[in-house]
């Protein structure tokens, strides 16, 4: 027994404690192998780059980066077989998106001529979820394939101009029917199949009775039923260049009102709408719910009054008559209530035009300077230090490079003022911040868990709303779940475990554009089941307050003892 247990022990150390021979020959000479690889790839000498990395492959097969190198080598030296037996091993060992690898083995057939082959590793690659359908309809390398009918299906490749008006809505609804189910994380999750079928069939059948404003906002039904905030469509008038009625509606404790309007209409800025066409706002709120895709009802509240502002979508709720005026009874600024009807109209972007100035606002009157929260909305990030109460505002309204001061240069320049200054609180404003890029979350959460001077019960704070999604939501679960930080405002616009991501979506006769959400993002834990991240210091927005230049979270901020 004793000499089987000293044969174990020199058994267990020849497995775990390798000798020095072996580490000589082993992990150098990968490292090494690695190096050259790395270099040829550099150089663009393909040949000796896949040559390297094969050896790379058969030192260390499991190592995903290495596969996806040897694939590219072997693709650009027209190995084409062998590239092939890469990206198979890439969909086997679960590397990034899987469709990528079908979508570039069809590739790799086709170039080898095997139009079959690649028709059947296209049709796998959108099976399996395929994001970019613009990319499959303009890929050079599938030139001929162009006059394949089964290709142009696939593609979705069609001359919307050669149909009529019922076969162009129609083809767009099988499209978008066809890409929800093909390409959302978990379609039927809140709706049944057997009612998104059925809910698809009727409206085929009833498009030649509707108007378009009515497929519109049912095409936007659809959509919501995904049950996420990121699978969403918009028609062609609420894009870029937008076409509606020249306002902004906000929706407070008190009530609707109207924050900021046409100069032509300047005298009903502040004024509360209290009817839209014949009905109250909260019917129209209820009506909207169901068009507007979200993940809870704090997304509604901030979406909801931006569509008011478009008398399309409401005539094709059936709400007003008209697309083109939008009738409102409304009480002014002097205590009158008076009806209006505001016209349709192109205009630009509404953060463009608040700011140039050339809209009259609620706080045109307003007692108090402008407050920090409306100062620089349009600026990506931004801080500033407060002296009498030794507090850095930092307001982060998008996850996203600024490229005339990135990310990385801002959390540096923040974080040592932070710690070169008589600092005693951070407020983190995130409460206009709908997303971007949640990987550029990292260095802000990882700066604050190190930052012992700031990372206190009390001395940490983040404003959140019903406007913080997204990768926003990403950053406001982390800080939540890592640091010592007190939320303060509203309830956000999206829950901590989301199903989000943008993926375009174009209807090709339409013209409606919109996103589907195949991923899910889990920033708290597993059983983390809430709606939204609730604050602690409960700050919603009042107008009284918003027309005075007053900050209602901000000041119960500062108010705030431990």
Request: charged residues 25%; proline residues 5%; neutral net charge.
């Amino acid at each position: 027994m004793i000499r089987f247990q000293k044969l174990n022990l020199v058994l267990a150390s020849l497995l775990f404690f390798p000798t020095a021979q072996a580490q000589e020959k082993g992990i150098p000479a990968y490292q090494e192998t690695l190096r050259q690889a790395e270099a040829k790839t550099f150089a663009q000498q393909w040949a000796e780059a896949a040559a390297l990395w094969q050896r790379a492959v058969e030192m260390n097969p499991y190592l995903g980066s290495n596969w996806k190198q040897l694939a590219s080598a072997r693709l650009r030296i027209k190995d084409y077989r062998g590239a092939i037996t890469a990206y198979q091993k890439l969909i086997e060992m679960g590397v990034d998106n899987p469709s990528n690898w079908t979508y570039s083995i069809a590739r790799c057939h086709v170039l080898m001529g095997e139009k079959d082959r690649a028709l059947e590793w296209i049709e796998r690659s959108l099976d399996m979820g395929l994001r970019n359908l613009k990319g499959l309809q303009d890929e050079q390398d599938f030139a001929s394939l162009r006059d394949d009918e089964r290709f142009k299906r696939l593609a979705a490749i069609v001359d919307t101009s050669k149909m009529t008006r019922d076969e162009g809505w129609r083809y767009d609804l099988w499209l978008l029917a066809r890409e929800l189910k093909r390409i959302h994380y978990n379609l039927f999750a809140k709706v049944s199949k057997q009612d998104f079928e059925a809910y698809v069939s009727k409206l085929n059948d009833d498009i030649p009775r509707l108007g378009d404003h009515q497929i519109e906002v049912a095409f936007m039904k659809l959509m919501s039923m995904a049950g996420d905030g990121h699978t969403r469509i918009y028609p062609s008038y609420a894009q870029l260049a937008r076409r509606g009625v020249m306002v902004q509606f906000y929706l407070f404790t008190e009530g609707l009102f109207i924050t900021a309007i046409d100069p032509r209409y300047g005298d009903l800025a502040g004024a509360e709408v209290i009817r839209v066409g014949d009905h109250t706002v909260d019917r129209v709120i209820a009506s909207l719910e169901q068009i507007i895709s979200h993940d809870n009802s704090m997304w509604v509240k901030f979406i909801a009054p931006q569509y008011i502002a478009y008398p399309q979508m409401l005539n094709g709720l059936g709400l007003i008559p008209q697309p083109d005026q939008l009738p409102l009874t409304v009480k002014d600024a002097s205590g009158k209530v008076r009806t209006v009807s505001l016209p349709v109209t192109a205009s630009l972007p509404l953060e463009v035009l608040t700011a140039k100035g050339a809209w009259v606002t609620a706080r045109k009157n307003a007692p108090n300077p402008e407050p920090l929260y409306l100062k620089n909305r349009n600026t990506p990030y931004w801080f500033e230090y407060l002296p009498d109460s030794k507090t850095v505002y930092f307001q982060y309204n998008v996850v996203r490079n600024d490229p005339k001061d990135p990310l990385k240069t801002f959390w540096e320049r923040l974080f040592g003022f932070i710690d070169d200054n008589p600092v005693e609180r951070l407020v983190i404003d995130m409460r206009w911040n709908d997303g971007g890029n949640m990987f550029l979350n990292q260095t802000l959460i990882s700066g604050l868990i190190r930052c012992e001077k700031i990372n206190q019960r009390g001395k940490l704070f983040v404003i959140v709303g019903r406007n913080t999604f997204s990768a926003a939501m990403c950053g406001a679960a982390q800080i939540e779940r890592y640091t010592n930080a007190i939320f303060a405002g509203e309830p956000t616009g999206s829950s901590p475990n989301f199903v989000g991501e943008t993926n375009p979506m174009n209807l090709p006769y339409s013209k409606m554009k919109g996103s589907i959400s195949d991923l899910y993002w889990q920033n708290s834990v597993a059983m983390d089941y809430r709606v939204w991240i609730a604050p602690q210091i409960y700050a919603p927005p009042s107008f009284e307050w918003f027309k005075a230049n007053r900050d209602p979270a901000m000041e119960a901020i500062m108010a705030y003892r431990e």
